[in-house]
Structure formats: structure tokens, C-alpha cells
């Protein structure tokens, strides 16, 4: 079955880190463009950041110098470093694969982080 | 930056009722890039239309996708009761991605 599943979300204070994790199955992230897309509570979609299959990577300006996506293809996982943390951040983190259209055809079921002292 | 509007905000109409959803872009968008999404409360994002008019695998011939240039529309001919929800444009460029707002479908 092809599918992501999203972990690591959590309670963190403005000025932390924390890590997201985004393990796939029934295809591969290396072969794949692969992006992290965030939800405010009762806002709007956000794109956060992509990788291409060729290791290059792109960030909104919200979240520049201070996020970081990488993958490990042995695990087929896709990570989101999250550092500087701010109360703005908070929001449901989803990955999500580009099919290959310039679209998201596959979902994860999302993570919430939340940024609060 | 590409900013994306959809318009209305809610759209309010009864189950049968045809349904005619706007995007629109600041700069122009390819048509390859164009994409439209339903979410329902408590789930992920769903792909409905990618490449401006092309149904994503699975989606009911209900929902039709046009437009191009700066002006794009997702349709949906008669509404079933699993169609209320919000939908959103998307748009590919310059190596990254945009959101629209969103347009919520609730029943009138």
C-alpha cells in the first residue's frame, strides 16, 4: 500500500528544535519529489519546503535558515529539522508526495506541532 | 511570488446544485502547474485536479477542472453530500509552491 506516515510532533517552547519524520511505503522518496506542507489551526495550507530526487532543496521564506528537509533512503524516510521554533509555527505538518504533475497526489496523515511556553 | 485568490470564500448551495469555484493567480500560472484540492475536517488534503483540467485517480467525472493563464475554475456539476468541504488551488513555480485560500462548500 502506498502511504506516509508522519511522526514526531509535539509540545515545544518558542526557541526549540524538534524533528519530523515522514516514513513512506509502496514507493521510494529517492525516486520522488517530496515536500512538507503545514496547517495553521483553522488556516489554510502552507507549502514549507521540497526535495528533489536530486538532492536539491527549496523553503518558503517563512521558515528559511531555520528548517532543514533531508532523507534517509535506507529507511525511506523523509525528515523535517525544525530549529528557532516560533509560536507561528504551530500547525498540523503534512508530507506529501509530488506525483509527477507538479501536484500532491499522496498525503500523510499529518503531525501537530505546537509552539507555546 | 505567485500569490493565488479563490472566490468566493464560502459558497453556500444544496445537495444537486452545480457548484463553480475560482482561481486566480498574480502572474500567470502554466496549466501544467495548476492544482485543485478538497479537504474535509480532520483529513488530509485530497487531489482532485492536477495540470489545470486533468482528474486525479479515483475523482468522480463530477469535478472538472479549466482555465488558463491567470484564471482557472474547478466545477462540480451536481453536489453529492460528500462534496461539502473546503478546496484549494495550488500552483508550481519557480521551484516552489503556493496555496490559495481556500473556498469552503457548506450546505444551504
Known amino acids: 500500500e502506498v502511504q506516509l506516515v508522519e511522526t514526531g510532533g509535539g509540545l515545544i517552547q518558542p526557541g526549540g528544535s524538534l524533528r519530523l519524520s515522514c516514513a513512506a511505503s509502496?514507493?521510494?522518496?529517492?525516486?520522488?519529489?517530496m515536500s512538507w506542507v503545514r496547517q495553521a489551526p483553522g488556516k489554510g495550507l502552507e507549502w514549507v519546503s521540497v526535495f528533489y530526487s536530486g538532492e536539491s532543496t527549496f523553503y518558503a521564506d517563512s521558515v528559511k535558515g531555520r528548517f532543514t528537509v533531508s532523507r534517509d533512503n535506507s529507511k525511506n524516510t523523509l525528515y523535517l529539522q525544525m530549529n528557532s521554533l516560533r509560536v507561528e509555527d504551530t500547525a498540523v505538518y503534512y508530507c506529501a508526495r509530488d506525483g509527477g504533475a507538479w501536484a500532491f497526489d499522496i498525503w500523510g496523515q499529518g503531525t501537530m506541532v505546537t509552539v507555546s511556553s | 511570488e505567485i500569490v493565488l485568490t479563490q472566490s468566493p470564500g464560502t459558497l453556500s448551495l444544496s445537495p444537486g446544485e452545480r457548484a463553480t469555484l475560482s482561481c486566480r493567480a498574480s502572474q500567470r500560472v502554466s496549466s501544467s502547474y495548476l492544482a485543485w484540492y478538497q479537504q474535509k475536517p480532520g483529513q488530509a488534503p485530497r487531489l482532485l485536479i492536477y495540470?489545470?483540467?486533468s482528474r486525479a485517480t479515483g475523482i468522480p467525472d463530477r469535478f472538472s477542472g479549466s482555465g488558463s493563464g491567470t484564471d482557472f475554475i474547478l466545477t462540480i456539476s451536481r453536489l453529492e453530500p460528500e462534496d461539502f468541504a473546503v478546496y484549494y488551488c495550488?500552483?508550481?513555480?519557480?521551484?516552489?509552491?503556493?496555496f490559495g485560500p481556500g473556498t469552503k462548500v457548506d450546505i444551504k
Open positions: 495540470g489545470a483540467s
Open positions: 495550488q500552483q508550481y513555480g519557480s521551484s516552489r509552491f503556493t
Open positions: 509502496g514507493f521510494t522518496v529517492s525516486g520522488n519529489y
